[in-house]
């Protein structure tokens, strides 16, 4: 069965600091991949997905992604963290049955 | 502007009398889903459906039930509520399903049943 695993519940960075958040998928056919961002009190937005046509995803508020099938990882990061990224953080992957596979989450704080 | 609209926001009811939480998207999506949110859990899917009058079961589904009579419109009933299904639960649709388009979602439900 497909699954997502995220390295860590809860990360603690630095303003300004990288931000890194892990995330591991098990599939045995191309994967579709999506980073989403929970902002407390609210539903889940798309930060990036993977489309098979470059390795390195770009997304909203300067987050990217990089795709490596050799270690079936789809890590976050940012360079330069901001308080505004204080939130949850899900990685997904597309299941067979049309639906979305989440992993547990991973809640990031950004210390001044 | 496309979205997905749940009502209502939030729900304080007592065990054993049934609900409905409404789900509405504009998207014209065939694909629709139900999640239920805890902490440490993540989102754990409670149904799906794949396009009108087409339902199936997530990983979670008893105790829940659904119903896809139009497109737009897919909500999701608690026939008895028990305390375990106090939770966050969020809608979700999604285009043509098995590729990589993204999944919207609503604000969320904040359910707590006492």
């Known amino acids: 069965a497909q699954s997502v695993t995220q390295l860590g519940s809860h990360v603690s960075v630095s303003e300004g600091a990288l931000v890194l958040l892990r995330c591991n998928y098990s599939?045995?056919?191309?994967?579709?991949l999506f980073w989403y961002v929970q902002y407390p009190n609210q539903g889940l937005q798309l930060l990036l997905k993977?489309?098979?046509?470059?390795?390195l995803v770009k997304g909203i508020n300067g987050f990217e992604a990089e795709f490596k099938k050799s270690e079936t990882s789809f890590h976050l990061t940012k360079p330069s963290a901001h308080m505004s990224d204080a939130a949850e953080y899900f990685c997904?992957?597309?299941?067979?049955?049309?639906?979305?596979?989440f992993g547990k989450g991973t809640k990031l704080s950004v210390k001044p | 502007e496309a979205q997905v609209t749940q009502n209502p926001r939030y729900l304080i009811t007592v065990t054993g009398k049934k609900l409905t939480v409404t789900c509405s998207q504009n998207?014209?999506?065939?694909?629709m889903s139900w999640y239920r949110q805890d902490p440490g859990l993540g989102l754990r899917q409670i149904y799906y459906?794949?396009?009108?009058?087409?339902?199936d079961k997530g990983d979670v589904p008893e105790g829940y039930k659904v119903s896809r009579k139009e497109k737009r419109n897919f909500p999701l009933i608690l026939e008895s509520p028990s305390p375990n299904q106090t939770s966050l639960y969020f809608c979700?649709?999604?285009?043509?399903?098995?590729?990589?388009?993204?999944?919207?979602f609503g604000q969320g439900t904040r359910l707590t049943v006492v």
């Open positions: 997904a992957s597309g299941g067979s049955q049309g639906n979305l596979i």
């Open positions: 459906s794949m396009n009108v009058e087409v339902t």
């Open positions: 998207m014209n999506h065939e694909y």
């Open positions: 599939s045995s056919v191309p994967p579709y």
């Open positions: 993977y489309t098979s046509a470059a390795t």
């Open positions: 979700a649709s999604r285009g043509i399903w098995g590729s990589n388009t993204e999944a919207f």
